[in-house]
Structures are given as structure tokens and as C-alpha cells.
């Protein structure tokens, strides 16, 4: 690609889509970014980055977006938008762009997503019937994920949550944006199917320890049961499948870690960046 080319991201304005954008942009794409009508966050997006107003669930508010796009950036909001509209917003996407790059899961990648739950797998297939250069980033959990940690951190040392001794090998959401941007930006990359990870394995509480080391205070981990973790998740606005899937995943991962790779390195040629480097970057939101 060159300097010239368009680069569309959607559900822009969450952990990832402001650092896909600004990887874009410095890369020398012109980035797009799919903001809905009602969004307060847009002023997350850097500065340079072209704001349209549009929700995958009306395709017909995509157009204006998608004109003249070479490649898209492609976010499904899972949790707050259901998959029926998905097979118009590709088809869409197909009929203007010859790239696209899909962030999907590590569930996909070791088969434990199937098809029939509507989620990262479905939109796999349904790009694998077009004509783009699609590209899978089927990634592990994002260090942002531990944010989820800070209202108990901030006011106690305790963190209660469900299988402390799960072992990911969770990425960096900036090194995740780096990657999407090369896909989209560089050869070489069309019909592959990335797993992209951090560059350890740690527990959550782990993460929960080098959180408190950080921020100078001894914290510590206590488990939750299963089922009542289950029905907070649902309390909170958690489909109950996807509760469901990810606690009998975390359970998976108190045997055996998470699976990993070297693709963040490979494709962007540093080494991917530890939790701790996170956590450092986000100490005062655990204070």
C-alpha cells in the first residue's frame, strides 16, 4: 500500500481502534474512523484521523464511510451489537476494499469458537467467501483486560475474581495495533491467520502481583466461585454464552497456559512488550 490509501477503522473509539489509528497513521495511510452517532469518545482518536458517523447495525449509514476505502480495520462490538447485520456490513466492505484485517480470537485459533456462536469464527467464514485480502488476528486476551482489576486495587488490597491461576499470555493492545497496521499496510499478508500474543505466560495473579509491585503495595489474590462469577458477569451485561465460554476457557488454562507466538516481533520486527510495561504505563489508574 502506499501513502495514498484509505484505511477504514470501526468501533473506533475503544482500547484498540485509537492506537490501530495512530499506527496507521504513521505508516502513511489516510485513516477513517467508524464512530456512532451518540459516541462521547470520538476525542480519543488522534489527531489527523477522518471521524464518520455510522453503526455496523444500519449498513446503509456505512457508505459515506467506506467510499474510496482500500482496506478496513474490522471491529465487531460483540457485546453490544448482535452478528445480523454482519453479512451486509462484508458484503459492503467487499464490494469497495481489497484489504481487510479482522481482529478475532484465540478461541478460533485452538477450535474452541465455533462457528454457531455468532462471534469471531462466524465473521472468519464470511470473509473467507469474498474476494478480499483478509487477514485473521486471532489474538490472546489485551493487558487492558486487567483494567477490570483497578476498582478493587484502588480500594483495598484484595482482588476476588474467578481462577486466579488461569495462564495467559495476553498482548499488549498497542503491539496488536501494530501488527493490523502492517497487515494493512505491507505485502505479504493476505489469507493469513495470525495468533497474536504477549511474550510471557502469566496468571491473573500474577498480574495482580506485578500490578501491586508497580504501584508500591502488597496485593493479593482470593477466588471466586464459578457459578456466582458466572452471574455477576450475566449482572453486568455479559451475554450468558460468552460468560459462559470464557470461565470454562479460564478453567481450561489452570491446566495448561494459553497457547502464544512470535508474530508481533515478526511482523513488526521488535519485541513484543510485558505486562509490566503495561501496568506501568497505567499505574495511576490502579492508585
Same mark, same amino acid.
Given at each position: 500500500?502506499?501513502?495514498?490509501?484509505?484505511?477504514?477503522?470501526?468501533?473506533?473509539?475503544?482500547? $484498540?481502534?485509537?492506537?490501530?489509528?495512530?499506527?496507521?497513521?504513521?505508516?502513511g495511510?489516510?485513516? =477513517?474512523?467508524?464512530?456512532?452517532?451518540?459516541?462521547?469518545?470520538?476525542?480519543?482518536?488522534? =489527531?489527523?484521523?477522518?471521524?464518520?458517523?455510522?453503526?455496523?447495525?444500519?449498513?446503509?449509514?456505512?457508505?459515506?464511510?467506506?467510499?474510496?476505502?482500500?482496506?478496513?480495520?474490522?471491529?465487531?462490538?460483540?457485546?453490544? $451489537?448482535?452478528?445480523?447485520?454482519?453479512?451486509?456490513?462484508? %458484503?459492503?466492505?467487499?464490494?469497495?476494499?481489497?484489504?481487510?484485517?479482522?481482529?478475532?480470537?484465540?478461541?478460533?485459533?485452538?477450535?474452541?469458537?465455533?462457528?454457531?456462536?455468532n462471534c469471531?469464527?462466524?465473521?472468519?467464514?464470511?470473509?473467507?467467501?469474498?474476494? $478480499?485480502?483478509?487477514?485473521?488476528? %486471532?489474538?490472546?486476551?489485551?493487558?487492558?483486560?486487567?483494567?477490570?482489576?483497578?476498582?478493587?486495587?484502588?480500594?483495598?488490597?484484595?482482588? %476476588?475474581?474467578?481462577?486466579?491461576?488461569?495462564?495467559?499470555?495476553?498482548?499488549?493492545?498497542?503491539?496488536?495495533?501494530?501488527?493490523?497496521?502492517?497487515?494493512?499496510?505491507?505485502?505479504?499478508?493476505?489469507?493469513?491467520?495470525?495468533?497474536?500474543?504477549?511474550?510471557?505466560?502469566?496468571?491473573?495473579?500474577?498480574?495482580?502481583?506485578?500490578?501491586?509491585e508497580?504501584?508500591? =503495595?502488597?496485593? =493479593?489474590?482470593?477466588?471466586?466461585?464459578?457459578?456466582?462469577?458466572?452471574?455477576?458477569?450475566?449482572?453486568?451485561?455479559?451475554?450468558?454464552?460468552?460468560?459462559?465460554?470464557?470461565?470454562?476457557?479460564?478453567?481450561?488454562l489452570?491446566?495448561?497456559?494459553?497457547?502464544?507466538?512470535?508474530?508481533?516481533?515478526?511482523?513488526?520486527?521488535?519485541?513484543? %512488550?510485558?505486562?509490566?510495561?503495561?501496568?506501568?504505563?497505567?499505574?495511576?489508574?490502579?492508585?
Amino acid at each position: 500500500m502506499t501513502a495514498k490509501n484509505t484505511v477504514l477503522v470501526t468501533a473506533a473509539t475503544g482500547n $484498540l481502534g485509537p492506537l490501530a489509528a495512530a499506527e496507521l497513521l504513521a505508516a502513511g495511510a489516510t485513516v =477513517r474512523a467508524l464512530v456512532l452517532p451518540d459516541d462521547p469518545h470520538a476525542d480519543r482518536l488522534p =489527531r489527523g484521523v477522518e471521524i464518520f458517523r455510522g453503526d455496523l447495525g444500519d449498513p446503509d449509514s456505512l457508505d459515506a464511510a467506506l467510499e474510496g476505502v482500500d482496506g478496513v480495520f474490522f471491529m465487531w462490538p460483540f457485546f453490544t $451489537l448482535n452478528v445480523d447485520t454482519a453479512p451486509e456490513v462484508v %458484503r459492503r466492505i467487499g464490494a469497495v476494499a481489497r484489504r481487510v484485517v479482522l481482529v478475532s480470537s484465540v478461541g478460533v485459533h485452538i477450535g474452541l469458537e465455533p462457528v454457531d456462536n455468532n462471534c469471531h469464527a462466524y465473521l472468519e467464514q464470511l470473509l473467507e467467501g469474498t474476494t $478480499l485480502d483478509w487477514t485473521f488476528l %486471532r489474538t490472546t486476551g489485551f493487558h487492558c483486560n486487567a483494567m477490570g482489576f483497578a476498582p478493587q486495587i484502588r480500594t483495598g488490597d484484595v482482588v %476476588r475474581h474467578p481462577y486466579g491461576a488461569a495462564t495467559r499470555t495476553s498482548v499488549h493492545e498497542a503491539d496488536l495495533a501494530a501488527v493490523g497496521a502492517a497487515a494493512l499496510t505491507q505485502d505479504g499478508h493476505a489469507k493469513k491467520k495470525y495468533l497474536v500474543s504477549g511474550p510471557e505466560e502469566l496468571s491473573q495473579a500474577d498480574q495482580v502481583r506485578i500490578i501491586g509491585e508497580v504501584i508500591g =503495595r502488597s496485593l =493479593r489474590w482470593e477466588d471466586i466461585e464459578h457459578d456466582a462469577a458466572r452471574q455477576a458477569m450475566v449482572d453486568t451485561g455479559w451475554p450468558p454464552s460468552y460468560a459462559d465460554g470464557a470461565l470454562d476457557y479460564f478453567a481450561m488454562l489452570t491446566k495448561q497456559p494459553e497457547v502464544g507466538s512470535n508474530v508481533v516481533e515478526e511482523l513488526t520486527g521488535r519485541p513484543a %512488550r510485558s505486562f509490566r510495561s503495561w501496568a506501568t504505563e497505567r499505574a495511576e489508574s490502579f492508585r
